[in-house]
């Protein structure tokens, strides 16, 4: 009964094994990046958009594509690895506070009167 080779029993096997431990390490890290950078997007995303609304997205750039779409940004031109750079920036922005809006209503309406008749929807 003879013995089974065992990997690394010659230089072309070592190197063979060597080259695929090191591919596997490299294509988990990429995963674990990957998967860091959809965590990340979620927790920032969730914030504008429900979460249910996101379970399709398999990437970082899906999910902040679909909150750069919730804000009503402009993606034409926008290349899909500069959406959460561009996301981060419109929610840095700011959207005015509801107490924001209605003191700028009532100053308005204080100078300009018939702008307190004007209706929304």
Same mark, same amino acid.
């Given at each position: 009964?003879?013995?089974?080779?065992?990997?690394?029993?010659?230089?072309?096997?070592?190197?063979?094994?060597?080259?695929?431990?090191?591919?596997?390490?490299?294509?988990?890290?990429?995963?674990?990046?990957? *998967?860091?950078? +959809? +965590?990340?997007?979620?927790?920032?995303? &969730?914030?504008?958009?429900?979460? *249910?609304?996101?379970?399709?997205?398999? &990437?970082?750039?899906?999910?902040? #594509?679909?909150?750069?779409?919730?804000? #009503?940004?402009?993606?034409?031109?926008?290349?899909?690895?500069?959406?959460?750079?561009?996301? +981060?920036?419109?929610?840095?922005? #700011?959207?005015? &506070?509801?107490?924001?809006?209605?003191? #700028?209503?009532?100053?308005?309406?204080?100078?300009?009167? &018939?702008?307190?008749?004007? +209706?929304?929807?």
């Amino acid at each position: 009964m003879s013995k089974p080779p065992r990997l690394g029993y010659d230089d072309k096997h070592a190197f063979d094994a060597a080259a695929l431990g090191i591919a596997v390490d490299r294509a988990a890290k990429n995963a674990t990046r990957a *998967m860091e950078a +959809r +965590r990340v997007a979620l927790n920032e995303v &969730s914030r504008v958009v429900a979460p *249910m609304a996101l379970d399709g997205a398999k &990437s970082a750039e899906d999910i902040y #594509g679909i909150g750069l779409d919730a804000l #009503g940004a402009d993606l034409r031109g926008v290349p899909r690895d500069g959406y959460g750079g561009l996301f +981060r920036a419109i929610r840095r922005a #700011g959207t005015p &506070s509801p107490a924001a809006t209605a003191a #700028g209503a009532a100053a308005l309406a204080a100078v300009a009167p &018939s702008t307190a008749r004007i +209706r929304k929807g």
